[in-house]
């Protein structure tokens, strides 16, 4: 009686081995899968990053030539004592407007060399290019743009909230506002997520009396281990003649 319990215990033993051996196989073909994909994702991410890159530095050498063509036309109309004053002021506006848009594509170069080539910038998260452009000086409201990275540490996506604070002067005293104090979409801070990059934009409105000096951003993770990391940035200088655009400005972009 006792030997054939025996016999049964030994046989399921040995069906449970096998469960184990077949179970084990079947990880590690599924593990070596998803690696082979991972990665295939990933080399289609940078071809697509490389293809933007080239695509912009041949759209600034373009811009350059057709820059230079405007230069020489803009020479010719001031050494022209009769020219026409609203010809002479469009073209030198078509003039300002090229420059500003080298600048911008100079700028967004830049950042996609800095992706393409990580070792010549900071590694993880960075806060960069932050930009303030007046919407309304009447109404002391600003468009403002931060372009958060992640440089060479990129395999995973991060993700946190933004939190802003404003440092300046008001009658007189240091003062400190909040981006829930900013905002004309109220909120207290912005939500990011990106595995490359993302560009945070709001709309800000200014207190009155209010002159700001800095900008303070600091990045809280959604992981809780990891450390907040904290950006200062000058905060530009606009006269009463400084240049407003209108333009929608969004908070989030992946």
């Known amino acids: 009686m006792e030997t054939g319990k025996r016999g049964i215990l030994v046989y399921q033993t040995w069906k449970l081995r096998a469960a184990i051996v077949v179970g084990s196989i079947i990880c590690v073909v ?47 109309l001031e050494r022209a004592k009769q020219v026409d004053a609203e010809a002479y002021a469009a073209m030198r506006a078509e003039r300002v407007a090229m420059d500003n848009e080298i600048h911008v594509l100079r700028e967004e170069l830049n950042f996609y060399r800095g992706i393409m080539s990580p070792s010549k910038a900071k590694v993880g998260l960075q806060a960069q290019d932050f930009l303030v452009a007046p919407l309304s000086l009447a109404e002391r409201r600003y468009a ?52 490359y990059f993302q560009s945070v934009e709001d709309v800000w409105e200014l207190p009155e009396g209010f002159e700001p000096e800095q900008l303070i951003v600091k990045a ?31 908070k989030e972009s992946e």
């Open 30 to 76: 599924g593990g070596w899968q998803l690696y082979e994909l991972g990665r295939a994702r990933a080399a289609a991410e940078l071809i697509a990053f490389s293809m933007q890159k080239d695509q912009l530095e041949a759209r600034v050498e373009r811009m350059d030539e057709v820059n230079a063509e405007l230069q020489r036309q803009l020479a010719v």
């Open 144 to 195: 403002i743009r931060l372009m958060m990275v992640q440089i060479k540490n990129n395999q995973q996506v991060v993700s946190g909230n933004l939190q802003f604070t404003l440092k300046g002067v008001q009658d007189a005293r240091p003062r400190l506002y909040s981006l829930a104090d900013l905002a004309v979409e109220k909120h207290s801070r912005i939500k990011y997520r990106f595995r």
């Open 220 to 250: 809280v993770s959604a992981v809780a281990k990891q450390p907040s990391l904290e950006w200062t940035f000058q905060w530009p200088e606009y006269g009463e003649d400084a240049e407003e655009v209108n333009q929608d400005v969004g």
